[in-house]
């Protein structure tokens, strides 16, 4: 029998890479004879950087970069085989950079992004995959397209900073002093983010609150990113700011579409593309998965759900090891996943369930494996 472990790591208590020693270690305690295989995979959010390079076997290249305030600061990438780069947009413009106090999308800008990528294009790298969950910004992307060259302009033909409040001054844009090796680079934006642009499902009105806005900050910004996606999209000749995902990430998903050709995929597919997931499941019997906590959002571009797609289409039964089971969980049964055990085995707060992590994970590890020995001597 031969299983594969492919879990999503268990936020702020377990690394994807430690679920699959600790499932390795339960399938052996009870099929010892087991062929395992762990593969290390992400959704596309925070984290996903780690988990690629780590599976391919990647290196990172670390560089100064502008923070999401303008403050210097140093922020990584990972270098993957195949002169592919992999960019966690959380990384240089997050939110966890910004401490509460200083939270305020007016002032934030996505500027340092566009320097990792910038950077990236600079080591000769023309396919770079960005992760844009985790920001700090709602400068529709206007701080990361100045860093590649893009000039935004008011009305005096003075050049715009890019950060939130400046929206609202776009009067032109100049993209004759673009990167030139824009051009030649692939771009593959990971996000599951459906919001448009604008509106009341867009970035401001969505995400904007979150990052610090007030009511007053949330009408600024809303206008001004109006006004900025409308000479934008005239000066590319695009119509981009009512697609699917162009409002992720404060409007980055839309400067990313616009300006750079980029193609929005769901996070989770991507990562499953990179490592090869399709190849991994021939000649497997079983696949473990699971996350931190499993809920109705677990069936939207999360690791079970991509996980557990590709094995009902390969016909392999895929079971999942969750921290806890909120409202609406079941719904990954309609996704692939038969079965969901959780860790915590007693009551208990969220405190001890993260201190006592890995023996819990151990020991659900180990039900969900005699179970399935149960049923395997059934007849």
């Known amino acids: ?130 992760g844009i969950g985790g920001s700090a910004t709602n400068d529709g992307g206007m701080g990361a397209m100045s860093a590649l060259g893009i000039r935004f302009l008011d009305q005096n033909g003075r050049r715009l900073d890019g950060c939130g409040e400046d929206l609202g001054k776009v009067w032109s844009v100049d993209v004759s002093g673009m990167h030139p090796a824009v051009k030649e680079t692939s771009f593959t934006v990971m996000s599951d983010v459906k919001n448009p642009l604008l509106g009341k499902d867009g970035a401001t009105y969505t995400f904007g609150e979150q990052k610090g806005a007030s009511e007053e900050d949330l009408k600024l910004l809303e206008t001004g990113m109006a006004q900025y996606a409308e000479i934008a999209e005239k000066e590319m000749g695009k119509h981009t700011a009512a697609q699917a995902g162009a409002g992720a990430a404060g409007g980055l998903g839309f400067a990313l579409l616009t300006f750079l050709d980029a193609k929005l995929k769901s996070g989770i597919e991507t990562v499953l593309d990179i490592v090869e997931f399709d190849e991994k499941l021939k000649g497997t019997d079983l696949v473990i998965t699971g996350e931190g906590r499993m809920d109705w959002q677990s069936s939207f571009g999360k690791v079970p759900s991509g996980v557990g797609n590709r094995c009902k289409k390969a016909g392999i039964p895929a079971a999942a090891v969750a921290g806890g089971l909120l409202e609406g969980y079941e719904t990954i049964y309609d996704e692939g ?11 208990m707060d969220l405190k001890e369930a993260m201190e006592r992590s890995e023996e819990l994970y151990l020991d659900a590890a180990c039900r969900l494996f005699q179970a399935i020995s149960i049923g395997m001597k059934m007849k």
């Open 337 to 347: 996943i038969c079965t969901v055990m959780t860790t915590i085995s007693g009551t």
């Open 1 to 130: 029998m031969k299983i594969l472990f492919a879990s999503d790591s268990f936020k702020g208590s377990l690394s994807s890479k430690r679920v699959a020693q600790l499932l390795e270690e339960a399938a052996h305690r009870v099929f010892p004879e087991a062929e395992t295989e762990k593969v290390l995979v992400a959704d596309g959010g925070e984290g996903t950087m780690d988990t690629v390079v780590e599976e391919l076997h990647g290196t990172y290249r670390e560089i100064p970069v502008k923070g999401p305030l303008g403050e210097e600061q140093r922020a990584v990438y990972g270098i993957l085989p195949g002169k592919k780069a992999v960019i966690e947009m959380a990384q240089a413009s997050g939110l966890s950079l910004v401490p509460e106090a200083l939270r305020n999308p007016r002032k934030t800008t996505s500027y340092g992004t566009g320097m990792l990528i910038a950077d990236a294009m600079d080591q000769g790298i023309r396919d770079i995959l960005i």
